[in-house]
DNA sequence: ATGTAC
């Protein structure tokens, strides 16, 4: 991209018109025009509040950019785009904490890595061994991961250190179509493709002890994150959307400065429909992401016997959710987009669990296949809608990585670094190449220097599960 | 992201 188009507000965040871009020169620099060019439209959409904004990962994606934030106000026309949350509705990072330690994981990575591909269901298409009645779907609808608990996954305390305690309210089955109702049915507790995973973790890195103490984690202790979303159900609800939003649109006589961003006022039918099945897709996404954890959890009972594991947060990052902001003096009740970004509550945030009141939400950057990953914590003066970083961010297309790269070398490489790789797809492998992606380094030194959140440890790959 | 593409 090129910088003269913009205006430096800091070293870390550059603006044009209503759009505000977070990140140092290089890697706004290093990002696709078509970021500007999306964001600047997502500016112009009504009832915008404030800037339309873009995270140091952002990148090119359908109608909005992968990394974008977008606040509207019901009360001054504000709509909601299906494009503003992307197909795969509340995709996220559940991350666990457990009491082992490097040594201890490195006596039974092989097996582990073993037991958990034969485990977790991964891949496209790929069905898990959970089947669900349409009456239990109605209620995973409504109910998320609270569901999954009371079905035998996981326990109560998970639900704490869960976004919305597991649950979000606005859920209305009734605006989700039967397709994508039959889709999910064999997809409950799967953790799809691309760029989804199970992975083990060694903390290798403490920045913020502080924050590291209040998230229970120390040098060399050992995570596991899980990075899925809503399957099939979140991706056809998306794309039954897309067309109900433009014919919205087009009814209304919006002008759209992309057909690619369909949206419709909050306040419309459409627009109220989407948000009710959106929040379904939420509430499966929470429950998919709580039954893994619970699957991921027995793995390591049965490699590791008596092994402690906890829920440290869940943090979703395609979503729109009505949230309370303070904007140029007024509280306001705003729908917020945030599609590849992460919420990020500062300390002091009444709906943070009392364990992080003081030092601020879990914020988890997830690093691309084989390099590290962050995690942070919300700061109380985030200058984006509370919003942060999600990933490393792509920095070349799929079909350009599948060129470029071959899959097995990827594996191969990555287990001669002692990372072991488990996949159905080489062919995912190669998309997912870790030079496909950003620096997460950058990402997250840019995330702390543009205030959107501080670093607290960082985390590097042991075993990895590939979708 | 996706029972991977009108």
């Given amino acids: 991209m090129d910088l003269s188009r913009l205006a430096e507000l800091t070293p870390h ?9 977070y990140g140092s020169s290089s890697l706004i620099e290093a990002m696709d025009e078509k970021v500007l060019e999306q964001i600047s439209n997502v500016s112009r959409l009504p009832g915008l509040v404030g800037a339309a904004m873009t995270m140091p990962d952002a990148h090119w994606g359908y109608g909005f950019p992968i990394g974008g934030v977008a606040a ?4 001054q026309g504000g709509i909601v785009s299906a494009g503003g949350v992307g197909f795969d509705i509340s995709c996220g990072i559940r991350c666990l904490r457990t009491s082992l330690k490097k040594e201890d ?3 039974g990575k092989a097996r ?12 496209v298409g790929e069905g898990g061994r959970i089947r669900v009645s349409s009456e239990e779907l109605e209620t995973i609808m409504i109910s998320g991961a609270k569901w999954a608990v009371d079905s035998g996954y996981g326990n109560a305390a998970d639900l704490e250190y869960v976004e919305e305690r597991g649950r979000v309210c606005g859920a209305n089955p009734a605006f989700v179509s039967d397709l994508a109702k039959k889709r999910q049915f064999g997809e409950m507790g799967t953790l799809g493709s691309g760029n989804h995973y199970l992975e083990i973790q060694v903390v290798d890195r403490i920045s913020d002890p502080a924050a590291a103490k209040a998230f229970g984690i120390e040098k060399d202790g050992i995570l596991v994150s899980i990075h899925c979303g809503s399957r099939g159900f979140g991706h056809q609800i998306g794309t039954d959307y897309l067309v109900l939003l433009a014919r919205a649109a087009k009814r209304l006589g919006l002008s759209l400065p992309d057909r690619e961003l369909a949206c419709a006022p909050i306040r419309s039918p459409e627009g109220e429909q989407y948000l009710g099945a959106m929040n379904c897709a939420i509430n499966v996404a929470l429950a998919n992401r709580q039954i893994l954890s619970h699957l991921a959890k027995e793995c390591l009972d049965a490699v590791f016997p008596g092994i402690l594991v906890e829920t440290l947060f869940d943090v979703s990052h395609n979503t729109c959710k009505l949230e309370k902001h303070v904007h140029e003096g007024r ?3 705003l729908h917020v987009h945030r599609k590849g970004a992460t919420r990020a509550f500062g300390p002091n945030h009444p709906d943070l669990p009392q364990r992080y009141r003081e030092c601020g ?4 950057i997830g690093g691309s296949m084989g390099t590290g990953s962050w995690i942070l914590a919300g700061n109380e003066d985030n200058p984006a809608f509370c919003s942060a970083s999600h990933g490393a961010g792509r920095a070349m297309s799929r079909s350009r990585a599948l060129r470029q790269y071959e899959g097995r070398k990827i594996v191969e490489d990555l287990a001669q670094r002692g990372i072991l790789i488990r996949t159905r797809s080489m062919r ?20 702390e220097r543009a205030n959107l959140a501080r670093r607290v440890a960082h985390l590097s790959p042991s075993v990895c599960i590939k979708g």
Avoid: N
């Fill in 13 to 21: 965040s550059w603006k044009s018109g209503r759009s505000i871009l």
């Fill in 72 to 75: 509207f106000d019901a009360e």
């Fill in 105 to 107: 994981l490195e006596k």
């Fill in 112 to 123: 582990i890595a073993e037991v958990l591909f034969r485990k977790i269901p991964a891949g």
């Fill in 331 to 333: 509280e306001k009740m």
């Fill in 361 to 364: 939400q879990p914020v988890i």
């Fill in 428 to 447: 995912g492998a190669a998309e997912e190449a870790p030079d496909a992606y950003k620096d997460v380094e950058l990402v997250a030194e840019d995330t």
